[in-house]
């Protein structure tokens, strides 16, 4: 399944330092193999590889991440875009009464989601609730939501025998006018499959009832073929949004993920039971880490994005304070520190004045952080932790090698001096206050 094959993305990409076309190849397939067995709409499916591809490739992975974990990050993030992004709310702001017309096929839980609608409205909402059937070919249907309505509390409106849809709906709307209601949900017949009959008395109460809400009651389980129906009911009628009912049955959130994007319409409520408190406003967010059924990776990356930064710095922190072996992967380490911490200046605000001041005298700034990194970068691992080492021939070499001149990798080996010598003279004590004050 989807959280399954995710789960196989991070094991893959090991030891990988960004995120290249190439190297997420493989991850990519998993992730499509995935939502196609997830029931996820083939045009659904191209436009998220496509998105999470754009923004997977060249971006730097955290020290304390692995490359699959970061992709799962991006993937979780893009989960969440194609179902919409923000919640959706319910809009009533009409004057009352806001007509809610509810469609879809049968069985797919119109009748049930109207209950538990009229509940949530006067829980929630404190709304004063109307109940309609315009279900007239099937006598039970009407009273299913006669007893819903009971059981709620909300107002049922009672059907006269021989009355049409059209006309139900309509003497329903002005019973609520006279009345004062706040919400009328109009519960409409289904069909078994999409005909033209339903469509057409649907569109009628549409045109006549001007729902502030026309939601589209569809099946998670259904996969794609709820995102078949969903196609044809939003081409005939303006829906406003959907409900997507027996998430509790569906593990494959297929339909959850197609559905934004085939209709154009939000997810508005989500059914997760049976029982009339079963209806949920729908979070995309949440059913992202659902799908992804990765409660816990996504915590870790959320973690490691808050705590890599101080972690990093504890950790170097920690070394120069034992004052040994402090070496120019620590002072490289120390570079790239400075930078994620927003730069040289941001860091001076921060240091005691004295120690402000030797580090001003580095006369340190981005250009040169970047040049430090590279005439670094250029040495061998030897040289990096011994170096004394590096006499005139492996100067020249590692300028060379970094297209700097050998002043420059002079200046860069004072400085490194300059800094380990700073660090004995701070040591006793003085690099706690120190970290205090650039922690803030
Ligand atoms: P309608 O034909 O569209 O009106 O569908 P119904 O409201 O009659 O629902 C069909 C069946 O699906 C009923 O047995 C409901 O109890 C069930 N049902 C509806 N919504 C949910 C849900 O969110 N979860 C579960 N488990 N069952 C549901
Ligand atoms: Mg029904």
């Avoid at 006669?146 to 009672?158: D, K």
């Avoid at 101080?310 to 004052?323: D, F, I, N, Q, Y």
């Avoid at 002072?331 to 240091?351: C, D």
């Avoid at 970094?402 to 003279?425: A, D, H, I, P, W």
Wanted: proline share 3%; charged share 25%; aromatic share 4%.
């Amino acid at each position: 399944n989807l959280t399954e094959r995710l789960s196989g993305v991070i094991k893959t990409l090991r030891g990988e330092a960004r995120l290249t076309e190439s190297n997420i190849q493989e991850a990519l397939r998993e992730v499509r193999m995935a939502l196609i067995e997830a029931d996820v709409a083939l045009p659904a499916i191209k436009v998220f590889i496509e998105q999470v591809k754009q923004r997977a490739i060249g971006h730097e992975v955290m020290d304390s991440l692995t490359p699959g974990q970061a992709l799962i990050g991006i993937v979780h993030q893009e989960l969440i875009a194609i179902m919409g992004g923000e919640k959706a709310e319910l809009s009533l702001n009409v004057a009352p009464p806001a007509v809610i017309l509810m469609a879809g096929l049968q069985g797919a839980g119109k009748t049930t989601s109207s209950g538990k609608l009229a509940k949530w409205l006067m829980e929630e909402k404190k709304k004063k609730v109307l109940l309609v059937s315009c279900d007239i070919y099937r006598p039970a249907a009407i009273d299913q939501l006669a007893l819903l309505a009971e059981q709620t509390g909300a107002e049922f409106f009672p059907v006269q025998t021989g009355q049409q849809p059209a006309q139900i709906g309509t003497t329903a709307l002005d019973y609520a006018r006279r009345h004062h209601h706040d919400v009328v949900i109009v519960d409409t017949a289904g069909r078994l499959g999409i005909d033209e009959a339903m469509m057409q008395e649907i569109t009628q109460l549409e045109q006549l009832l001007k729902p502030v809400e026309t939601l589209f009651v569809v099946d998670a389980m259904q996969g794609q073929d709820a995102v078949n129906t969903a196609k044809a009911f939003s081409d005939a009628l303006p829906l406003t949004g959907v409900i997507l009912t027996k998430l509790d049955g569906d593990a494959r959130g297929g339909a959850a993920l197609s559905v934004r994007h085939v209709t154009g319409k939000p997810i508005k409520f989500a059914g997760v039971a049976e029982k009339l408190s079963g209806l949920e406003p729908f979070y995309p967010d949440r059913m992202a880490s659902r799908i992804l059924g990765m409660g816990d990776v996504l915590g870790l990356i959320e973690e490691a994005q808050r705590t890599s930064d101080k972690k990093e710095a504890e950790r170097l922190m920690k070394k120069m304070k034992s004052g040994k072996g402090f070496d120019l992967n620590d002072f490289r380490q120390q570079f790239q520190q400075m930078k994620k911490m927003g730069g040289m200046g941001a860091m001076l605000e921060k240091l005691p004045h004295q120690l402000s001041q030797a580090a001003q005298n580095m006369n340190v700034d981005e250009k040169i952080i970047n040049r430090t990194e590279g005439i670094i970068n250029a040495m061998t691992p030897q040289e990096r932790t011994k170096p004394e080492i590096i006499k005139a021939s492996r100067k020249r070499r590692i300028a060379t090698g970094s297209g700097v001149s050998v002043q420059e990798v002079n200046r860069l080996l004072s400085q490194f001096e300059q800094t380990r010598k700073m660090m004995k003279m701070m040591n006793k004590g003085g690099m706690s206050k120190m970290m205090r004050a650039v922690k803030g």
